[in-house]
T-cell receptor
């Protein structure tokens, strides 16, 4: 089955700096890679996703890159703000159905 | 358009009791997924259902756990004879039909505590 590894497990950045989270996956058949933000006591919120036919996608301060050959993908948050503080999860799935395999999460703390 | 609705938000059960967790998907969504999250860990897939069908239950424990998504009404995750190790947050997600890969949106979860 699919295995998703996520690093780092914790990340502390100064407000305004960039944050980068990296994930690797094992199943070469995976072709959908979403990122979720989870705040304390809440459910995961989809923030951006990328499909295997695209190498990069950007949405305002958030960008995701995908390297299918190396089987890794990354989340980039620029100009971080205190409200970006949360736990971020990467995930991977195949086309058939939408069973997601999640990474272990990264706790991001943005210091004012 | 309401999001994925889960209830109850918090549930306390004594060991040996039954827990029933409910999930109403987003309007127009016919695919429902259940995930479990232990403290300080990621989400683990449990089961994937469509109306009246279990599509993939590879993540469900073999005993005490069952799930359904009837033609009418919410999806139900049922845990019989709960044990302390069942204490976790249970999240439901839904996605629309008709697409091979579609965004999944999560509810706020049910936090089960077994005492």
């Amino acid at each position: 089955g699919e295995n998703v590894e996520q690093h780092p497990s914790t990340l502390s950045v100064q407000e305004g700096d960039s944050a980068v989270i990296k994930c690797t996956y094992s199943d070469s058949a995976s072709n959908y890679f979403p990122w979720y933000k989870q705040e304390l006591g809440k459910g995961p919120q989809l923030i951006i996703d990328i499909r295997s036919n695209v190498g990069e996608k950007k949405d305002q301060r958030i960008a995701v890159t995908l390297n299918k050959t190396a089987k890794h993908f990354s989340l980039h948050i620029t100009e971080t703000q205190p409200e970006d503080s949360a736990v971020y999860f990467c995930a991977a799935s195949r086309a058939a159905g939408n069973k997601l395999t999640f990474g272990g999460g990264t706790r991001v703390l943005v210091k004012p | 358009n309401a999001g994925v609705m889960q209830n109850p938000r918090h549930l306390v059960r004594r060991r040996g009791q039954e827990a029933r967790l409910r999930c109403s998907p987003m309007k127009g969504h016919s695919h429902v997924y259940w995930y479990r999250q232990l403290p300080e860990e990621g989400l683990k897939f449990m089961v994937y259902l469509q109306k009246e069908n279990i599509i993939d239950e590879s993540g469900m424990p073999k005993e005490r756990f069952s799930a359904e998504f009837p033609k009418e009404g919410p999806s139900i995750l049922r845990i019989q004879q709960v044990v302390r190790g069942d204490s976790a947050a249970y999240f439901c997600a839904s996605s629309p039909p008709g697409r091979e890969v579609a965004e999944a949106f999560f509810g706020q979860g049910t936090r089960l505590t077994v005492v």
